[in-house]
Nanobody
Framework: QVQLSQSGGGLVQDGDSLRLSCAAS????????MGWFRQAPGKEREFVAA????????EYADSAKGRFTISKNKAANTVYLQMNFLKPEDTAVYFC????????????????WGQGTQVTVSS
C-alpha cells in the first residue's frame, strides 16, 4: 500500500498564493508519477497537474497553466503544488494522487489518493 499525506491549503483572498504538499510513504517508489486533482462543490473531480516519475514530464490543466507549478522532491518523496494568483473559481478540495503508470494518473484513475485539503479563495 501507498500512503499519501497532504498539508497546506486554507482560506485566502483573491490573488493570493498557497502551496500544497503531499508526502508519499509505504510501498512507494521514487519514480512513481504524482499529480493533483480538485473537486469543487457540485462538480466532478478534475485534473489539475501531473509530474512524471523522473520529473521530465509535466502537464497542467488549462485552468492551471501560468499560475500553478507542480514540483517534486525525490529525496523527500514529496510533491508540491504552488498556486499563485488564486481566483474564487479555484475554490475546491484538492487531492494528490499517484500510480505506477503516468497514463492512469492523468487519466483520472490513479490507484492511490491523498485525504484531500480544502482551498477557499474569497473575492
Amino acid at each position: 500500500q501507498v500512503q499519501l499525506s497532504q498539508s497546506g491549503g486554507g482560506l485566502v483572498q483573491d490573488g493570493d498564493s498557497l502551496r500544497l504538499s503531499c508526502a508519499a510513504s509505504g510501498r512507494y517508489f521514487v519514480n512513481f508519477p504524482m499529480g493533483w486533482f480538485r473537486q469543487a462543490p457540485g462538480k466532478e473531480r478534475e485534473f489539475v497537474a501531473a509530474i512524471g516519475g523522473l520529473g521530465r514530464t509535466i502537464e497542467y490543466a488549462d485552468s492551471a497553466k501560468g499560475r500553478f507549478t507542480i514540483s517534486k522532491n525525490k529525496a523527500a518523496n514529496t510533491v508540491y503544488l504552488q498556486m499563485n494568483f488564486l481566483k474564487p473559481e479555484d475554490t475546491a478540495v484538492y487531492f494528490c494522487a499517484t500510480d505506477r503508470t503516468y497514463a492512469a494518473l492523468v487519466g483520472g484513475t490513479p490507484a492511490y489518493w491523498g485525504q484531500g485539503t480544502q482551498v477557499t479563495v474569497s473575492s
